[in-house]
């Protein structure tokens, strides 16, 4: 009979643990926080870009929770994201950055990123204001694959927005590295 009630509040103590464990996780996932007092995000927050943020925070949940890459790299491209997010000034570079971040949430989570290496450029300690963001990946036991990119003003027109950068090497010269973008 002792066995039973505390074997039950046993049970019971169990699933607090659980269910807490699941819900901490899915609050730790949230993409874009407009609760908070942030005036920089307010932008992004009002009603017209709703669709685009449920969207957005849905994309992003389901990468944190399907991808292989580094947790990290979701928050720190997310952090990137929203920097270059609060520089734009018209509802088309909004649209273009929400279309961009869904673009790069779907490639988290559709692609093997256990064989990738991801780089972002800091300076001092933190993200730095100019991003880049270096990929390499290896496509065979001897060939990688790797692309780059800049990010430079999103108000720019939409092609000098960013740099990019794709190369592959080859098995025959793996000390040289062949630029794709020259050719």
Not at 39 to 64: D, H, M, P, S, V
Not at 174 to 181: K, M, T
Request: aromatic residues 10%; proline residues 2%; positive net charge.
């Amino acid at each position: 009979m002792l066995f039973n009630t505390v074997r039950n509040q046993l049970k019971k103590a169990g699933y607090i643990i659980t269910l807490s464990c699941f819900c901490s996780t899915f609050a730790y996932a949230e993409a874009i926080d407009c609760s908070s007092n942030d005036l920089n995000a307010k932008k992004i927050c009002t009603k017209q870009y709703q669709e685009q943020r449920l969207k957005l925070n849905a994309k992003f949940l389901t990468a944190y929770l399907v991808t292989d890459a580094p947790l990290q790299l979701l928050h720190d491209t997310q952090s990137v994201w929203l920097n270059q997010v609060q520089q734009c000034k018209t509802k088309n570079c909004y649209q273009q950055q929400f279309d961009a971040r869904l673009d790069d949430l779907n490639f988290y989570t559709s692609m093997n990123q256990t064989l990738t290496q991801h780089y972002l450029k800091y300076e001092q300690g933190k993200l730095a204001s100019q991003p880049v963001h270096l990929q390499i990946h290896q496509l065979d036991k001897d060939k990688l694959k790797i692309e780059g990119t800049a990010y430079r003003n999103p108000n720019n027109r939409l092609e000098t927005q960013t740099l990019s950068l794709l190369a592959y090497s080859t098995p025959e010269q793996r000390n040289q590295i062949i630029d794709n973008e020259k050719k």
